[in-house]
């Protein structure tokens, strides 16, 4: 079982404020890190997933960075709206045959107008 | 696409009864995941599936669960005997290609209550 964690676990921003937060887990046997976007009575939706080292993504006002070799990725929502108040999770996976995510605690993001 | 569909939306049971919660993946995607979700543990790996064979079920509980995938597009999850510290939401999950390189989609879950 991967160790993930995630920090902050709860974040309070004013509309516009820019934050960004961790995810971090064992850089052994890296394979992939998938980030989910998960409102309150809703199913998490995927956001990004990511390979490489040094990858980086970007969708809309959100983007992420992978560092495989220290074993962390960063989430960034810039300009942050009251629709982006959501629980954001990670899950790695250390590939081979095993298709399996650990999910993290996540970080619930509270965006007030 | 209707998206993973799952039945029923919300199980209230009494301690000792059968539940049979049901999963329809994304048509054409071969592989399918099982999560629990709690307020102790977050959202963990229960068993999954690829092309309708069960790959890892180390995540399932104990032997009173059970999970079945006859065919690409149904999978069930049962309890039996259910207890109440089975109460959690159930999701089903699905997606396309094989390894974890893949976005899961998923579906919007099964509220299991057991008293």
Sequence with gaps: ?113 | DAGVIQSPRHEVTEMGQEVTLRCKPISGHNSLFWYRQTMMRGLELLIYFNNNVPIDDSGMPEDRFSAKMPNASFSTLKIQPSEPRDSAVYFCASTVGQGAGYEQYFGPGTRLTVT
């Design chain 1, 1 to 113: 079982i991967l160790n993930v964690e995630q920090s902050p676990q709860s974040l309070h921003v004013q509309e516009g404020d820019s934050t960004n937060f961790t995810c971090s887990f064992p850089s052994s046997n890296f394979y992939a890190l998938h980030w989910y976007r998960w409102e309150t009575a809703k199913s998490p939706e995927a956001l990004f997933v990511m390979t490489l080292n040094g990858d980086e993504k970007k969708k809309g006002r959100i983007s992420a960075t992978l560092n495989t070799k220290e074993g962390y990725s960063y989430l960034y929502i810039k300009g942050s709206q009251p629709e982006d108040s959501a629980t954001y999770l990670c899950a790695p996976n250390s590939g081979g045959s095993n298709y399996k995510l650990t999910f993290g605690k996540g970080t619930l993001l509270t965006v007030n107008p």
